[in-house]
């Protein structure tokens, strides 16, 4: 049993989660981790081809399975990808632990994500599929946050201190 990651965030595609925690990471002087990293690490092949080859479902059990995996081993900064929080099994993992969402608007989600075929829930019409997503999840988010943290017109490094302010935590490692 260890003390449990520092910080937990979630959110959308696109929501900085990965450079917002890699900057979390330097100032809290933790390690840094990502579940999606995990998953293509043990599986050897890119997240778009899983879901290529083996569909969104097995993806989910992958992804269900590393997620608990980090929350159990991971003391530092973790990064969940962004469906994550569809598992219920997952969520109640999450119930009490520091997790931050980042939330971000439909314009800057397009702008970010684009047509970033690495996405593949994205690769066709994204602000449609982005805001059918968002609708299906953002209480969902809500739910598992301890503190919404707003990304829109913001630095990753203001987030990052956001993030930091609203969890209380220190502020400069
Ligand atoms: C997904 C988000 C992605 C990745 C996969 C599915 C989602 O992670 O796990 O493409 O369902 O929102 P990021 O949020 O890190 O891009």
Not at 18 to 37: C, F, I, M, N
Not at 75 to 104: F, N, Q
Not at 119 to 138: C, D, I, S, T
């Amino acid at each position: 049993m260890t003390g449990g990651p520092l910080v937990v965030l979630v959110g959308p595609m696109g929501s900085g989660k990965s450079t917002v925690g890699a900057l979390l990471a330097e100032r809290l002087g933790a390690p840094y981790r990502d579940t999606d990293a995990d998953i293509v690490a043990a599986e050897g092949r890119e997240i778009s081809d899983i879901f290529i080859e083996d569909g969104e479902e097995h993806f989910r059990a992958l992804e269900r399975d590393a997620v608990a995996a980090a929350l159990a081993g991971h003391e530092g900064v973790l990064a969940l990808g962004g469906g994550a929080i569809l598992d219920a099994g997952t969520r109640a993992l999450l119930a009490g632990l520091p997790v931050a969402y980042l939330s971000m608007d439909v314009d800057e989600a397009v702008r970010r994500v684009g047509l970033n075929t690495a996405r593949p829930l994205l690769a066709v019409n994204p602000r449609r599929q982005w805001r059918e997503l968002m609708e299906a999840r953002r209480h969902l988010y809500t739910e598992v946050a301890r503190a919404v943290v707003t990304t829109d017109d913001r630095t990753p490094e203001e987030v990052a201190g956001a993030v930091l302010a609203a969890l209380d935590l220190k502020k400069d490692a």
